[in-house]
């Protein structure tokens, strides 16, 4: 064979290897958007955060009497869900004139943290105006944030029923 042949080989097995590279890269980005959509629905306790129907601790600057729902979402700098999540709560805060949100971050106020009993990011606390939580936990996407907000507005269960409607 000639070395021409060699040539052409080469050539063609490297726009073969850097081909199924690109393909590679693409397939992972789809499993990071497969696995966003799919993520559980529901706010995560995580076991953390304040006890439900108690005393929310005193946020700095917030006033809970001022809206019918406070929702403190505490972040992380180096949490790239967190990064993600802050900008849709914006946008969900602006077509809610009874809710306000809050973003605490990890930086610098550990001392909030310490009093909420918060220990990971993305989290969310849900405050009703008499300062009781009403909801908390993990929430890792836009939908799970969205639930629980609508959960909250929409009020504790009627008694006797389960907070899906159906009687116990």
């Known amino acids: ?32 958007v ?8 529901g706010i995560n306790f995580a076991g953390e955060g304040p ?15 001022e809206s019918e ?21 914006r946008r969900i805060e602006s ?12 930086e610098g106020a550990q001392n909030v ?10 989290y969310l606390v849900a405050i009703d105006r008499e300062g009781i939580v009403r909801s908390r936990g993990v929430a890792n996407t836009l939908d799970q944030a969205e639930e629980m907000l609508a959960e909250v507005l929409a009020g504790p269960p009627i008694s006797g029923e389960s907070a899906t409607g159906e009687s116990r």
């Open 1 to 32: 064979m000639s070395g021409g042949v060699w040539i052409a080989s080469y050539v063609i097995l490297w726009i073969a290897v850097l081909g199924l590279s690109f393909a590679v890269v693409v397939l992972l980005r789809q499993i990071g």
């Open 34 to 41: 497969l696995h966003t959509r799919v993520a559980p629905m």
């Open 51 to 65: 006890d439900l129907d108690a005393s929310a601790p005193p946020l700095p600057g917030v006033s809970y009497p």
């Open 69 to 89: 729902v406070t929702v403190v979402a505490f972040t992380s700098p180096t949490c790239e869900l967190c990064a993600a999540l802050v900008p849709g709560l």
């Open 95 to 106: 077509s809610y004139d009874e809710v306000q949100f809050t973003t605490v971050s990890s």
């Open 113 to 122: 943290f310490s009093a909420f009993q918060v220990r990971s990011t993305p």
